[in-house]
């Protein structure tokens, strides 16, 4: 059973705000994925962490801050955000970074920067 | 650097009819080619993928995807289509190495059913 979920499902913040998107799962995968999806765009990655580290930052502004505090956890905290960053923020993991690793994907968090 | 191009923006069909939704990649080495499905307000679910061996898979929901190297494809192909099958298909490459996480999608694909 393949299952990432991501909390909250919808969240609407003011550009001052701090908030936090959570993702969990309990597939005992060791890479897990913070990609963003614009309207009618496709995804783009944000963020690959590998066994706890962070290993790829697709030179994302640091108003987007990762942590992955354990194996089964990633979170994605947002600061002084913009309008223009109101996306769908998806979470994924698979079972390892490396060839051959199937990438699955939680159901988004919607965001709202008013 | 990879890219997918998926030619069709918008495809229409009837139900019961029989479905092929277009994908062609660019990539130097041995691509892994995934398809994703996505309703609209969900995140993806993947229908299947392709890493090696045989070049035609079958995916869940029905749903099958060819590879074909000589033409730099990974069609999606469905035999009769549902009318649950209205959704956003997505294309996806992986890059191979520690870059693997890297999908890069193409465009998406819009499937609209008609009864």
């Known amino acids: 059973d393949t299952e990432v979920t991501q909390t909250p499902k919808h969240l609407v913040m003011g550009m001052t705000n701090k908030k936090s998107l959570k993702c969990e799962q309990h597939?005992?995968?060791?890479?897990m994925y913070w990609y963003k999806q614009k309207a009618k765009k496709p995804p783009e990655l944000m963020f690959v962490?590998?066994?706890?580290?962070?290993?790829i930052n697709e030179s994302v502004p640091s108003r987007f801050s990762p942590e992955c505090p354990n194996s089964s956890l990633l979170n994605l905290h947002l600061h002084a955000l913009q309008p223009e960053d109101s996306a769908l923020y998806l979470c994924?993991?698979?079972?390892?970074?490396?060839?051959?690793?199937?990438?699955?994907f939680g159901e988004g968090s919607w965001l709202t920067v008013v | 650097a990879q890219s997918v191009t998926q030619p069709d923006i918008h495809i229409t069909v009837s139900e019961g009819a029989s479905l092929e939704l277009r994908c062609n990649y660019s990539?130097?080495?041995?691509?892994?080619l995934f398809w994703y499905v996505q309703s609209p307000g969900q995140g993806l679910q993947l229908l299947l993928k392709?890493?090696?061996?045989?070049?035609l898979v079958q995916g869940i929901k029905g749903f099958e995807a060819e590879f074909k190297r000589s033409q730099s494809s990974f069609n999606l192909r469905k035999p009769s289509v549902h009318w649950s099958d209205a959704a956003e298909y997505f294309c996806a490459v992986g890059a191979g190495g520690t870059s693997y996480g890297k999908l890069t999608f193409g465009q998406g694909t819009i499937l609209t059913v008609h009864p």
């Open positions: 597939m005992g995968h060791r890479a």
């Open positions: 990539y130097g080495a041995t691509p892994y």
């Open positions: 994924a993991s698979s079972p390892l970074v490396g060839t051959g690793n199937t990438i699955y």
């Open positions: 962490y590998s066994y706890e580290k962070l290993s």
């Open positions: 392709y890493f090696s061996g045989d070049t």
